[in-house]
Each structure stands twice: as structure tokens, then as C-alpha cells.
């Protein structure tokens, strides 16, 4: 017998009901460890539909009244950055565990305060980092941690996204508001590209960064970044583009051994090692396997496509694994250090002395 689903459901409510709101509540709707108990957004039409939608309690258009009459367990905040802290501290005083989106806050400071608040208040934060969890990067780690790729040397962390030619941060008449975070745009970025950074070189001496507007413009801040991170002899290089195509979240791992890299918006893993057939016959033996590799990949991404699967597969196992270790009060898959880590080389990155 599963003694797991024998555990009392976490009651768990939500705050905003953006992009990103259909992966988390999709998962709380069909999961034996939450009861869906409410959803908060100031649009009540929304927070009616997302009701409907996935089978949700209550509608609410105030997070203080939500939590005062639903007393959710944990609360998903899926708000702008700009007022997670507010939100975050008034959902951990009312005695609930808090999942935040990236980025947790703007900034370091703003995090540690907000750290140091959850621990006074004696609840768990967690920040989204759930492109840890998906398989390509899995798989990436376990060919590092087995050494067959050596003794790492190099990371390069790459996106390339076209948000100036349209979609929601395009938009003249309705400016997101992570337009004007620190970083603009890229800064509602840069925590993804930081923390799958830090899984293979996971400290950092200092940083370069060079952000630019190429296409000019009020509306960016910023729509071009490329950072070197320098950790001993260790590099790291982080990529953002709003002008190479196609669309690309790659994660590229070079060692003593060979390379490995990932995509994550069509997911394969390319391996470049050498071969048990000698150093003259490697390059063909990789070709050969990696060539398969990418033929079983196209089938798999094809089915995805039909199944309208997302590259947030990674979000479902973090928040699964969330609640089993809230239910369990065992760590947390995302620990402090990991969100301290990130959160401050994302603050090296902003830092204008940083700038090239």
C-alpha cells in the first residue's frame, strides 16, 4: 500500500493567473498531495475561469481575503517580480509555505530580507528553478558527476528568444512590468540561465558583462547579453539573444574528456567523447551515436508537439517533489544555497561596475 497518499492533502492556493499559472495550477489539479482550495487575480474573470478550468475552490480577486478564509497550506506567488516580497512576507505570516517564480526578488538584498523573514516566520521559500528538473539536464549532470566528460573546464549557457518582434514584452500600449526590473526584459530571464549555470560550476570570482539595446527604442532596457563568469580557471559564458534564430535554450559542458550540450526548447543531449574504437575512429563513432541520438530525438519532440507537451516538464517533478518533502518535512529540492547562489550572480550581472 502507498503510504504516501495516506499523508493529509497540502491545501494550496494561487496568486496570478499569467502564462505560467496554467503549468502550476495544471499540476495542483491532478495531484494526490494538493487541494486546490483558491485562486487569486485581480481580473475576477480570470480568477473565475482558472476556477472552472481546474477545479479550484474559490475565485478570489484579494490574496489577503484568500488566505484569511481559504488558510491554504502553501501559496503559489505567479506575480510580477516587483511585489513578490510584499506578497511573499504577507502569505508566510499567515503561517503558509511559499513557492515563488522567477526571480524570487530583484534583488539580493530584497532576498535575504525575504529569507530571513520566512526563517523568523518559521515556513519554507522556494524559488522556481524547474529547468533543473528536466530529463536533458539530468542526464547532462549524471555524464559530469560519472566523469565521462572529465574534469569540467567550460560552460556556455545560451537563449535565444525574438521577444522584440512580438508577444507580451512587445506590446507599446501595455508594457510588461519586468520591463523595468534591473536587467529589463532579460532579467525575467537570466535566473534560468544563472542557476543551470551554478549546477556545474557552482561558485564564482567575479563577472564581465556586456548588455546592450540593439534595437534601441523606451520600451527595452535591454535585448542583448553576453557575460563571461570566471571561477579559478573555470569559465562560464551566459547568452542571451534577441537576433539569432531559431529560438534556442541550450547548455553546452566541455571537460578534459569531451562535451556534452542540451536543448531544452527541443530536447536532445549530443555527447562527444572518446570512443572504446580508438582516437582515429571517435569522430565517426560519436557521429554514428549521436546520430541516432538525434533521430530518436526528432520522433520524441514530434509526439510532443501533438501532445502539446512544454519545456516545463521540469516544473511538475520540482513541485511534486516540493509537497512529498513538505508532507515528509524533509529538504526542500531547492535549498537556500541554491537560491542564494543564483540570486547573487544574478545581482553580479546587473551591477554596473560589472558592465563592459
Not at 17 to 24: N, Q
Not at 85 to 94: E, I
Not at 205 to 210: E, L, P, S
Not at 253 to 272: H, K, M, N
Given at each position: ?110 532576498f ?41 573546464g ?12 512580438g ?13 523595468k ?31 546592450n ?16 563568469i ?33 536543448d ?93
Amino acid at each position: 500500500m502507498d503510504t504516501d497518499t495516506q499523508k493529509p492533502k497540502l491545501k494550496a492556493a494561487v496568486i496570478g493567473t499569467g502564462l505560467i499559472s496554467k503549468e502550476h495550477l495544471s499540476f495542483l489539479s491532478t495531484s494526490e498531495r494538493a487541494d486546490l482550495v483558491g485562486v487569486c487575480d485581480i481580473s475576477q474573470a480570470a480568477a473565475n475561469y482558472a476556477v472552472k478550468r481546474f477545479g479550484a475552490e474559490t475565485a478570489y480577486t484579494d490574496y489577503h481575503q484568500m488566505l484569511e478564509q481559504a488558510q491554504p497550506d502553501v501559496v503559489h506567488i505567479l506575480t510580477p517580480p516587483q511585489i513578490h516580497k510584499k506578497m511573499s512576507m504577507d502569505c508566510l505570516s499567515a503561517g503558509a509555505h511559499v513557492i515563488c517564480e522567477k526571480p524570487i526578488t530583484p534583488t539580493y538584498d530584497e532576498f535575504k530580507e525575504l529569507w530571513d523573514f520566512a526563517k523568523k516566520c518559521d515556513r519554507h521559500l522556494i524559488e522556481n528553478q524547474n529547468y533543473r528538473f528536466n530529463q536533458p539536464i539530468l542526464a547532462l549532470q549524471k555524464l559530469v558527476e560519472d566523469g565521462t566528460l572529465g574534469t569540467i573546464g567550460e560552460v556556455e549557457v545560451r537563449m535565444a528568444l525574438d521577444i522584440r518582434s512580438g508577444g507580451r514584452y512587445a506590446d507599446q500600449n501595455l508594457p510588461s512590468p519586468v520591463h523595468k526590473l534591473p536587467g529589463g526584459v532579460i532579467h525575467d530571464f537570466i535566473t534560468h540561465l544563472c542557476y543551470l549555470a551554478l549546477l556545474f560550476i557552482p561558485t564564482f570570482d567575479y563577472v564581465k558583462a556586456g548588455w546592450n539595446n540593439h534595437g534601441g527604442g523606451n520600451l527595452f532596457k535591454y535585448d542583448d547579453l553576453d557575460a563571461l563568469i570566471f571561477s579559478g580557471h573555470q569559465h562560464t559564458r551566459i547568452r542571451f539573444s534577441a537576433y539569432t534564430q531559431p529560438d534556442c535554450f541550450s547548455v553546452t559542458v566541455r571537460g578534459s574528456l569531451g562535451y556534452a550540450e542540451v536543448d531544452l526548447f527541443q530536447p536532445y543531449i549530443r555527447c562527444v567523447v572518446p570512443r572504446a574504437v580508438g582516437k582515429q575512429l571517435s569522430p565517426l563513432a560519436n557521429q554514428f551515436a549521436n546520430g541516432w541520438t538525434f533521430m530518436n530525438a526528432s520522433f520524441t519532440n514530434f509526439r510532443r508537439k501533438l501532445l502539446q507537451k512544454t519545456p516545463y516538464e521540469g516544473l511538475h517533478s520540482l513541485l511534486e517533489q516540493t509537497y512529498q518533502a513538505l508532507q515528509e518535512d524533509k529538504p526542500l529540492p531547492i535549498s537556500f544555497e541554491d537560491m542564494d547562489k543564483t540570486s547573487r550572480l544574478v545581482n553580479a550581472l546587473i551591477a554596473e561596475e560589472n558592465h563592459l
